[in-house]
């Protein structure tokens, strides 16, 4: 009897130990079950959530309606280039314009914000049309043509760029997300378009917010060497990466433009030369003509051979413990009239048949002297005029520096270069010159001190300071004060 009892007692433990394992793998599966239920929850609920924030929903497909057309080029007329700023409200009912979408913001280069043309190819005007909603190229892509609602919208040049959008304290702002459906509508074209082939010095206030191509061109070496910049992922870049474009044909500047937040922002520059094509706008003072890229593609310079002038390579190291004897210095303290330079052997030579030069300037708040240009309000395209210091001979064995200081304002691209040559034949245009690899300052500020050797060019020696200024795109301000030779002496 014991042994059957010990038998049945140990059957019932392990029966019941069994029992508990069961109900144990049970209890797992079931808790595991919750704990997925929950984290799939929690997954649809951030998925749900990161939606909401960054995507937007398709257009919804919805009948164009009819009415009277406004021409965009009559649109943007009477608030383009006022002063006072003109702000025009529309409030007829079915008013509208029509425009082609040639901007793309799926790079992050665009922001609540879209650019439209009157035409898809030979564009002759454009405008911004502001919205407030983002990845505006689901709703409204790259080429299809729009009608715009004007009532209750308004219309101004403001930051230097002609907005579309609602009058708020007497200020464009975006047009509602609310509003968006009964205000834009998409057609059923989606056109080709084809960019503007320009110059850099074709550019006029007419060109603004047009799509355009840009060919034989490639970035400033200042950006290429010692090595590539990004487009706008420097230290220094904030909010936009300016980097200076220039065209070989024109010998013309202009501003690529590109958001830190754009996709894309972080990719080295490229080095060769070739075409770029984008948005000719402005930057964010609405000062400066920029050209903004609506992807990467778009920049395709693919050419490895730049056509960067030969520069000076004279060494420019200094003793700074050796002294100066002074050669040559002018400070323009007594010039009061430029002209009074020729009798020193001065030249103030405009290259390009007008009579702007370089003109004498007092500054008033250090009681000095200077002599200074501008393309602003010339109407030149291009203004070329050129100040040359009188000669100097140079030998090979002294150690003799050339140096200046120079100061620029309202800078909106560079205009100015400087160059040596012991062979001034008289005329700038026909003289073999030398690029001085100088960095010229580009900021607003006080004067720079420029120094160049230059004895390893021996000879008559003479300095130039070539200004290209193209009205209205380049028009930067440049002062130059204390000119001067010296050399140092032998120890």
Not at 261 to 277: D, Y
Not at 280 to 289: I, N, V, W
Not at 420 to 434: E, F, I, K
Request: proline fraction near 5%; hydrophobic fraction near 40%; charged fraction near 25%.
């Amino acid at each position: 009897m014991k042994s059957k009892t010990l038998l049945t007692l140990s059957k019932g433990l392990i029966f019941r130990g069994l029992l508990r394992n069961v109900q144990s793998v049970w209890i797992e599966y079931f808790v595991g079950l919750i704990r997925c239920y929950l984290l799939t929850g929690i997954i649809l609920t951030i998925v749900s959530c990161s939606n909401e924030d960054f995507e937007v929903p398709n257009a919804k497909v919805l009948p164009v309606p009819q009415g009277s057309t406004i021409p965009l080029e009559n649109l943007r007329r009477p608030v383009a280039n006022q002063f006072p700023q003109e702000i025009i409200t529309y409030d007829i009912p079915d008013q509208f314009v029509d425009g082609y979408v040639i901007s793309n913001d799926v790079s992050g280069n665009f922001f609540k914000e879209l650019f439209i043309q009157d035409k898809p190819s030979q564009p002759t005007t454009g405008i911004q049309v502001l919205i407030d909603e983002r990845a505006l190229h689901q709703r409204f892509p790259f080429g299809v043509k729009i009608r715009i609602r004007l009532e209750g919208l308004s219309i101004s040049e403001q930051n230097g760029i002609v907005k579309l959008g609602v009058l708020v304290d007497n200020q464009i702002e975006p047009i509602p997300f609310t509003t968006i459906d009964t205000t834009i509508f998409r057609t059923d074209e989606v056109a080709e378009i084809i960019p503007l082939d320009i110059n850099i010095d074709d550019i006029t206030e007419a060109l603004e917010s047009v799509y355009v191509s840009l060919s034989d061109i490639q970035l400033d070496k200042s950006v290429i060497v010692p090595q590539l910049k990004t487009f706008a992922g420097e230290r220094d870049d904030s909010f936009d990466g300016l980097r200076p474009l220039f065209q070989c044909s024109s010998q013309a500047f202009l501003t690529l433009c590109t958001s830190t937040f754009a996709a894309f922002n972080q990719l080295s520059l490229p080095a060769g030369k070739g075409k770029i094509t984008g948005v000719l706008t402005k930057d964010f003072r609405g000062f400066d003509y920029v050209l903004k890229l609506n992807e990467v593609k778009d920049i395709k310079m693919d050419i490895e051979e730049r056509c960067d002038p030969l520069t000076f390579g004279c060494d420019t190291s200094i003793i700074t413990s050796k002294e100066r004897e002074v050669l040559f210095i002018e400070d323009f303290n007594t010039v009061t009239n430029p002209n009074s330079l020729e009798a020193e052997d001065w030249f103030n030579i405009n290259v390009t048949g007008d009579e702007v030069k370089w003109d004498d300037k007092k500054i008033t708040n250090i009681d000095n002297r200077v002599l200074d240009i501008s393309a602003n309000n010339t109407g030149l395209v291009p203004l070329e005029a050129w100040l040359i210091t009188p000669e100097i001979t140079v030998n090979t064995v002294d150690d003799i520096f050339f140096s200046c200081s120079i100061r620029t304002d309202n800078n909106n691209g560079k205009a100015l270069n400087i160059w040596v040559t012991n062979g001034w034949d008289g005329n700038p245009l026909t003289t073999d010159w030398q690029l001085l690899d100088l960095e010229i300052p580009i900021n607003n500020e006080n004067y720079v001190t420029l120094l160049q050797k230059i004895n390893c060019l021996e000879g008559n020696i003479r300095i130039g300071f070539q200004y290209r200024g193209f009205d209205p795109v380049i028009t930067s301000i440049y002062e130059i004060d204390d000119v001067q030779f010296f050399k140092l002496s032998k120890e």
